[in-house]
């Protein structure tokens, strides 16, 4: 009892919020998990910082390949990695929040069991297009978006590549047309 009275004499007699009263805090970092990730074989963290001044933000993402439940039953290990800037659509008080345009290069490299029994490498990059909308509540963040870009490398037998899908619907296989969409959730600091 007798140490827990000097340290008292540290806490903070003010707090900061209670000088902003009525104003929510604009944010300028967030960290997202990207919603049923795990579900498709992988794990994928994202770390977003703010640039106000020019009302964009740059965005990079990593993923672990085998951390997540697989759902193609090939045993995959290996990474993905992102990076996309933001070019948000009209201004709002809030940094990290609003309509926006995204560059994005993503990069994929894991190894799986193929058809034959042995281990394939899959290999791939592509340049995105994306649209998308980022909501902020307080602390809370969610991000949507959708986007297709153009691919190249040694594709994968599933044409699932952990942080982008090659087009394959309507009986066309188009290997270097990539589509990508997802939804990240966040806490922004």
């Not at 003010?14 to 990207?34: C, F, H, M, Q, R």
């Not at 709002?92 to 042995?118: A, C, H, M, Q, T």
């Not at 963040?141 to 942080?163: C, I, K, M, N, Q």
Request: aromatic share 18%; proline share 4%; glycine share 12%.
């Amino acid at each position: 009892m007798g140490m827990l009275i000097p340290l008292l004499a540290f806490l903070p007699t003010d707090l900061k919020a209670s000088d902003n009263v009525g104003e929510a805090p604009d944010y300028k970092n967030s960290i997202k998990l990207t919603f049923l990730s795990w579900f498709s074989g992988s794990t994928k963290l994202s770390y977003e910082r703010a640039f106000s001044k020019w009302n964009q933000s740059g965005e990079i993402c990593a993923s672990l390949i085998s951390a997540g439940y697989d759902k193609y039953h090939n045993d995959p290990m290996g990474f993905t990695l992102r990076y996309g800037h933001k070019f948000f659509l009209g201004r709002d008080e809030i940094s990290l929040k609003g309509f926006y345009l995204r560059p994005e290069f993503v990069y994929s490299r894991y190894n799986y069991k193929g058809r034959s029994g042995g281990r394939t490498l899959a290999e791939m990059g592509t340049l995105l297009g994306t649209v998308g909308y980022q909501y902020v509540y307080k602390r809370f963040l969610a991000d949507f978006w959708v986007g297709g870009g153009y691919a190249v490398g040694s594709p994968a037998e599933t044409r699932y590549h952990h942080g982008f899908e090659l087009w394959h619907w309507f009986g066309k296989d188009v290997p270097i047309l990539a589509m990508s969409f997802s939804i990240r959730l966040g806490i922004c600091f």
